[in-house]
Every structure is written in C-alpha cells, then in structure tokens.
C-alpha cells in the first residue's frame, strides 16, 4: 500500500516527466511522417519500435528507433547500402552518421530529434534470429501486448530514478538498466514502489523468469549459465539474460538507492544527475586523456578495460581504490579516490610455513636484508616499497602498463584535483 506522501511526490514527479496526450499524438504522427517517407524509398517492411511505440518514452527523451525488416534472402552485408539509400532519397538534404552495433545502422537529427534507422531480418520467433537487433520487433509487440496502461507511469517513474541515478542505459559507459529491462521489471513486480521494496530486500544473484520458461530445479543451472547478479529472463528468447549488462556495482546501487528512497521519499532521487565536476571534488586525483576518433562502445570498452588494469596494477602495489569515476565527451577524463595516498616505508610479505624448511631458506635468500618475524607458524619478511606515494603510482602505470590500442599514453595528464 503506497502512503498519501508518497503517492503525491510520484504524482508531482510524474506531472514533470510524462508527455501529454498533445505530445504523444505530436511524436506518433512525426513516427509515421518519417515512416511514409521511408516506404517510398524501400521495399524494406517499416515499423517504429522502442519507446516511442510503446508509449514509455520520458517529456525529455524524444528518440525515434525506426526499423528496416528485410527478407531473410537479403545478404546482412546489403545492410549499410540499402540503409543509406532509403535516408539519403527520403531526407536528401539532411545530414546522417553510419553507427555500428552488430551491423552498420543510419543516425540523424531531424526537427530536434535523434532517428536511429535499423536495417534487420524481419523474424516471428527467436529460433529465426540471425543478429541481436532482429529481436527488438518481438520485444516491442511484447510489451503492447502485456504492459497495461496505468503501468506506463510506473515505467516512466523508474525510468526517471535511474537516469536521474545514473544507472539508466545498457551500453558499456554505463552498464546500467535498459529501457525493455525497466518495463519487464515492473511487469513482474506489478509497479514502481513494489520493485522498490523488492529490490531495496534483493539477495544477489536475482533470478526473474516471467514467463516461467524454467522449473524450479532448473534456475541454480540457470544463474550459472548466465553468470550475472541480475538474471532477468527475455519472455521472447529463454536464452537471453535482458540485464546482463547491469553491472554489480550497480545492481548494488540500485538496491541501496531504492532502501533509501522508501525510508525517505523525496524528489532528490527523482533530479538532475551530479556532473561530473562536482563529483570530482570530492575526489583526490584525475587523469586526463587524448578522445580518440573511435564509436562509443569500442571507446568504452577500452576505457573500462584500461581502468581495470589500473585497480589490478594499484592493487598489486598495495593501493585500494575507494571511487573511480569518469566521462568522455571532449576529452576521457578519470578521478579516483584512494582509501592511503601514501603507504608506509615497509610492507609485509607472508613466506612459507617454518616446518618447510627448504622453502623457508629460498624465502630467506629471495630477500637479502630483510626483517624476518614469525607469524602464524610463517616466516614473514618486511620488505622496503618500490612505490609508497599514490600520484607516483599513477605516473609508473602509465609510463610501463601497455594500454588498449586506441589510447594514448602520450596524452596523459595526472594532477591533484
């Protein structure tokens, strides 16, 4: 049961996030606008999906997902060719970008909008998928089929949480929640508040199956087979996990937001995001580097893949990284935080036990000039640090750690912020 308080802060949150029916009918005929003009351009079968189609888009985010279905006989390297063709005679004087996910797709901006235009193999079942876009059809019918109307609201609330939390967006930048994954959780919990009490109570790995695809003795193979904290089941694809993408981290967060939220609603968790600046404030070091000319998914896997190398390298020289945030638009930017800025003089390394002798005596030999103590039945060492100081640290790992091959180290700037 949701309390008067908390039923007019969602009610005033929602005034501010939710289209209009003005809206609404503006951005349904602008979809068959760009619809009709495409059709007379293509022999491609042309629908909307996504949030527009569905009716669970948010007053700020007025994206278009526009759908090329071709014939299965249509060779997925004509793909590009016939996107381009289609936009190019339907919009000739606007200017577009080719993007890659799978395969190439067409992006524009048109009358404020960004219109993504996404050739795939038009397809019934699962079991005829021949790449991972060709599913959003299925998941768009799903969704007008189950979702009700009044729980439109409460997609558009959780939707609002997370982007206002940063955990909104399944891409690599940000590893959070999908906007399908927003609308199958509140199908299964039956509202925003009751996903709240749910998640602010989840015990990790969570396993969601709405369509029941797996018995009961089947889910503890299931959540291995997936290998995620968050296992959300496709009601279109039993094979497919529709919150892989959710990191750990954020499944946490979401889980401790959510407590938070219930013990004290307020429209703070519903705001605009920190920027990065003021996050970075309360943070001691920020690394700067040189944006290369790369999409943002190969950006950001690099990004990710240099930043765990970095934990990997400060760990391995005793520094425990306590925050580690980050941004790309001008140029990639990363601040961390570190629970020891500088590190004592000595550190302790754990040696055999006494009893192996012959073990003990390479310890000892393998670290001449040592202070040797006893500890555990061990033979221990007391060892002088090849880095005590964390910025010096940073500076080492940059100057000897090989990084991803679209970064470069050349460009990197180290200060205290």
């Known amino acids: 049961m949701v309390n008067s308080k908390l039923k007019k802060l ?121 790449s991972a876009v060709d599913r959003s059809v299925l998941h768009t019918k799903f969704i007008l089929a189950n979702l009700k109307k009044k729980q439109i609201d409460d997609v558009l609330l959780l939707k609002k949480f997370l982007k206002s939390n940063a955990l909104y967006g399944a891409e690599i930048r940000i590893q959070g929640f999908s906007g399908y994954l927003c609308e199958l959780l509140i199908l299964y919990y039956k509202g925003f508040v009751n996903l709240l009490k749910a998640a602010s109570k989840w015990e990790l790995p969570v396993f969601i199956d709405l369509k029941k695809y797996y018995k009961k003795n089947e889910i503890v193979d299931a959540i291995k087979k997936f290998h995620s904290s968050l296992v959300v089941i496709d009601p279109t694809d039993q094979n497919r996990n529709v919150a892989a993408a959710v990191s750990v981290e954020n499944n946490k967060q979401f889980a401790t937001l959510a407590k938070k939220f219930l013990q004290n609603p307020n429209d703070q968790f519903f705001g605009s995001p920190i920027s990065f600046y003021d996050k970075v404030k309360k943070l001691k070091y920020l690394i700067i580097l040189k944006k290369p000319d790369v999409v943002d998914d190969v950006l950001w896997g690099q990004i990710r893949k240099m930043e765990r190398l970095l934990v990997d390298f400060l760990k391995k020289h005793d520094f425990e990284i306590k925050n580690i945030i980050d941004e790309a638009e001008d140029e990639i930017k990363i601040a961390i935080n570190l629970k020891q800025n500088v590190l004592p003089n000595k550190r302790l390394i754990l040696g055999p036990p006494l009893k192996l002798k012959d073990n003990v005596k390479k310890f000892k030999l393998a670290h001449k000039g040592a202070k040797f103590i006893i500890k555990n039945k061990k033979v221990c060492a007391f060892v002088k640090r090849d880095i005590r100081n964390a910025e010096e640290a940073l500076r080492m790992f940059f100057r000897t750690i090989e990084l991803p091959s679209h970064l470069d180290k050349k460009s990197v700037k180290i200060s205290r912020t």
């Open 10 to 130: 969602l009610k005033s949150v929602l005034q501010g996030i939710k289209p209009s029916l003005q809206q609404l009918k503006e951005e349904r005929d602008f979809a068959k606008d760009i619809v009709s003009r495409l059709k007379k351009q293509s022999n491609a079968e042309i629908t909307v999906t996504g949030s527009i189609a569905k009716g669970t888009f948010l007053k700020e985010s007025k994206d278009l997902d526009i759908f090329l279905l071709f014939k299965q006989t249509v060779p997925k390297e004509r793909f590009e060719s016939l996107a381009k063709s289609a936009v190019t005679k339907a919009f000739p004087k606007q200017h577009y970008v080719i993007s890659y996910a799978e395969h190439p797709y067409v992006r524009l901006h048109l009358a404020g909008r960004r219109i993504d235009v996404v050739p795939a193999y038009k397809i019934t079942n699962a079991k005829q998928l021949k």
